[in-house]
């Protein structure tokens, strides 16, 4: 993961590092509604039938219906997203600021 703004770098590494981290947990770097969505985002993306009933009742101790239904929404379209730029092998411009000549791991199916 990497910051984009050079201007915040230094107020959202520390968060940026915890959010890498399997199944967070709410602490001195992320609160409680900040843990349980990276939580929801990494079940979402691995496995999505982790995120079982009593998951869902952690979720509504935290984030109304409505926000529940956002996140996941957000979660399946940045999924999405990414699976078709990883089968894709989309790659930034050679003139971008972004890095390019992107590597793609590739495995058989055995």
């Not at 399997?22 to 349980?36: C, F, M, S």
């Not at 869902?56 to 956002?70: A, G, H, Q, R």
Request: charged share 30%; proline share 3%; hydrophobic share 35%.
């Amino acid at each position: 993961m990497t910051v984009r703004t050079a201007a915040v770098r230094g107020e959202v590494s520390k968060r940026e590092a915890e959010c890498q981290k399997h199944q967070p947990k709410a602490g001195d770097v992320l609160n409680d509604r900040e843990a349980t969505a990276v939580s929801l985002a990494e079940r979402i993306a691995l496995d999505p039938h982790t995120v079982t009933d009593d998951f869902f009742s952690e979720l509504k101790s935290v984030f109304s219906e409505d926000e529940i239904v956002e996140m996941v929404f957000a979660c399946g379209i940045f999924n999405w997203g990414n699976k078709f730029n990883i089968t894709m092998n989309m790659d930034s411009d050679s003139d971008s600021d972004y890095a390019d000549d992107l590597p793609y791991r590739q495995e058989a199916i055995s």
